[in-house]
């Protein structure tokens, strides 16, 4: 099992230009999650999706979209990015309702935004 | 609005002592769920331990385990026999119970490192 994978592993973006976040995982967890980490805070939730199909705003979804493909994928889109979207981003999933708090993270993305 | 604090930034350890790592929070909810969660410097988030608020049996998992005092609102995280392997962030976690989904409220962190 590769658990949760993430590509790609760093970015570099102008103003103003797009990109997708992808995530992958073989686990067939239910619920998959889109943080962000900034220096000196711990993760915020971007995006959850609950299950195919589904998806949620979280604590900071403002300049994001996501979309649940299928139950393995859920990519995150960056319609016309910011400095302040320059940040380290980390996909998670977990097994279900009841042990949603035991996610499962990925690698991370260290996105920069010039 | 529930909120998690890690009151100390950084702290360090000699190899084989023990270190407890604090964290408290805020909330109304009286079900719910406290996690710490450890972020080696590879980046990778890994779950340590977990506490269901209802059980008054603090967690246990090898050398970590957990002190969790509900009035209080307090929940800290002992590490024995420290290895150079734990250095790492710790970060507390707060999730409430049939909440938002997966809604993980987390603290700044605590960047531990163990000496050999």
């Known amino acids: 099992n590769a658990g949760v994978t993430q590509t790609p592993k760093f970015q570099v973006l102008k103003t103003g230009q797009s990109m997708t976040l992808q995530c992958a995982q073989d686990?067939?967890?239910?619920?998959m999650y889109w943080y962000r980490q900034d220096p000196g805070m711990g993760l915020r939730l971007i995006y959850y999706s609950a299950s195919e199909g589904t998806t949620d705003k979280g604590e900071v979804p403002n300049g994001y979209n996501v979309s649940r493909l299928n139950k393995r994928e859920f990519s995150l889109r960056l319609e016309s990015a910011a400095p302040s979207q320059t940040s380290v981003y980390f996909c998670?999933?977990?097994?279900?309702?009841?042990?949603?708090?035991?996610?499962?993270f990925g690698p991370g993305t260290r996105l920069t935004v010039t | 609005a529930q909120t998690v604090t890690q009151s100390q930034p950084e702290m360090s350890v000699q190899e084989a002592e023990t270190v407890t790592l604090s964290c408290t929070y805020d909330t109304s909810e009286n079900n719910y769920y406290l996690f710490w969660y450890k972020q080696p410097p590879s980046r990778q988030m890994i779950l340590v331990i977990r506490q269901e608020a209802y059980k008054q049996q603090n967690a246990t998992e090898n050398r970590f385990s957990v002190n969790f005092q509900k009035a209080a609102k307090s929940f800290s995280l002992k590490i024995s026999d420290s290895q150079l392997g734990d250095t790492a962030m710790y970060f507390c976690?707060?999730?409430?119970?049939?909440?938002?989904?997966?809604?993980?409220?987390f603290g700044k962190g605590t960047k531990l490192s163990v000496k050999p």
């Open positions: 976690a707060f999730m409430r119970y049939g909440g938002s989904q997966g809604n993980l409220i």
């Open positions: 998670a999933s977990s097994p279900h309702r009841d042990l949603e708090g035991e996610q499962y």
């Open positions: 686990m067939n967890h239910n619920s």
